[in-house]
């Protein structure tokens, strides 16, 4: 039956929605904007899997708008721009992170500073509402339509399936490592969850020369964190005896964990005026214990995506030193299975759609 969304915009598009907060995805009929004067439309080729994407499909976080097309880290290549655009033509590789949208105005103090992540009113890119009224969706599906100023540029010979994740798990990660100065050679800055975010918070870290332990649910991931990832140790966050040994030895800590866990463990870990930094984002309320803070005048603090010309900057870090996500490739219609295994932590490291090989039009 055919639907709202398939004629609110005058171009046609295809992709995989949630319907409900059941999650569970299928094909969808949509339609995308016309390609304004600063616009770049962009045939889809891949998109990686978030955690996110899970949060949002069960409406998690509380705000989502069905039906949801989910995908916030989509990579393709330029088949149109507006008349005004003029970073971007027709052949030009991109992508599309979390964002699509934010105020821009001189009077905003964050969209003045390069922080469009921290706008009152930045879009997200799927699941909310568009200025127009209509429902913003996400890259699991053929095109995209966007502003310029919300696109970025793929180096040349960066692997455009690997370059994904970098959209939304590399910038994630890059951004407070760098704002909380854990880009230090010789500082020691634990990573918590060895998933997506944090593969790549490895990866960031030891490309700024840093010493990186990972902390880990995961025993099984011990090996590859350290000979594939490049971590220089491991800790089992379940095992007190090791977590015990750690204590007080960690500058800062990056915190990617998807679901409730205690944090009394992690600020622990943390010497005094370490940094204790939230990323991961649990539909519930974490505990957190206030003596081991004051204690040792140790900070708690959050962080999302970044700015577009930090990211801009992340991506041409990456190619320039060599940061290239693990990935495992997927057709859509692995989709509902890879976000199953995503929820049971089976992920090495993120799964990356193959929208322009895999996604074929309904009829
Ligand atoms: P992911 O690939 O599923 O990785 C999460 C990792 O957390 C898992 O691999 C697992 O690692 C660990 N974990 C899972 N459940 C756990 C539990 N109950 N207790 C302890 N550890 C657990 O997820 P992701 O895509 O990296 O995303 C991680 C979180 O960041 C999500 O909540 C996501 O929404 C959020 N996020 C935030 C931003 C932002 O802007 N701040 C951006 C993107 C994503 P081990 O097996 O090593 O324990
Ligand atoms: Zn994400």
């Known amino acids: 039956m055919a639907t709202q969304a398939e004629f609110e915009h005058p171009r046609k598009a295809f992709g995989w929605a949630a319907r409900d907060t059941s999650g569970v995805l299928s094909p969808f ?23 996110s994407d899970i949060h949002m499909l069960k409406n998690e976080w509380g705000f989502s708008l069905y039906p949801l097309v989910p995908g916030h880290e989509i990579i393709g ?27 821009r105005k001189n009077t905003c103090r964050n969209c003045n500073d390069a922080l469009e992540n921290y706008c009152p009113q930045m879009i997200l890119t799927y699941g909310v509402k568009d200025t127009d009224g209509t429902i913003t969706y996400g890259g ?10 919300f696109v970025v540029r793929i180096p040349q010979g960066f692997p455009l399936d690997a370059a994904a994740p970098l959209l939304c798990a590399g910038i994630t990660v890059y951004s407070p490592l760098r704002y909380y100065g854990l880009d230090k050679p010789g500082l020691h800055v634990g990573v918590v969850g060895l998933g997506g975010l944090g593969h790549m918070a490895v990866k960031f870290a030891k490309a700024f020369g840093v ?10 991931k011990k090996d590859e964190a350290i000979q594939l990832l490049g971590a220089d140790h491991f800790l089992i ?3 007190h005896d090791q ?3 750690a204590t007080g030895s960690f500058d800062g800590i990056i915190d ?14 943390l010497k005094c005026h370490g940094k204790l930094v939230m990323v991961g984002a649990p539909e519930k309320p974490l505990e957190l214990p ?35 996500p693990e990935i495992e490739v997927i057709p859509i219609d692995y989709i509902n299975t890879a976000l199953e295994r995503l929820l049971k932590a089976d992920v090495k490291y993120r799964f990356v759609i193959d929208i322009g090989n895999t996604l074929k039009p309904s009829t």
């Open 29 to 51: 009929n949509f339609s995308r904007r016309e390609t304004r004067e600063n616009d770049v439309a962009f045939k889809v080729l891949y998109c990686g899997v978030c955690h």
């Open 77 to 103: 290549i330029v088949t149109e721009v507006g008349s005004k655009v003029n970073k971007f033509k027709v052949g030009d590789k991109v992508g599309v992170g979390c964002m699509v949208g934010s105020c």
């Open 140 to 149: 699991y599906s053929d095109l995209m339509v966007a502003d310029e100023n």
């Open 211 to 220: 010493k990186v332990t990972v902390i880990s649910t995961s025993p099984e």
């Open 237 to 239: 966050s379940r095992d």
């Open 243 to 245: 977590m015990q040994a």
């Open 256 to 269: 990617t964990v998807s679901a409730f866990h205690p944090l009394l463990p992690l600020v622990s870990l």
């Open 290 to 324: 206030v003596f081991p803070l004051i204690m040792g005048r140790k900070t708690v603090a959050g962080s999302t995506i970044g700015g577009m010309k930090e990211t801009q900057e992340m991506i041409d870090f990456a190619a320039k030193h060599n940061v290239k």
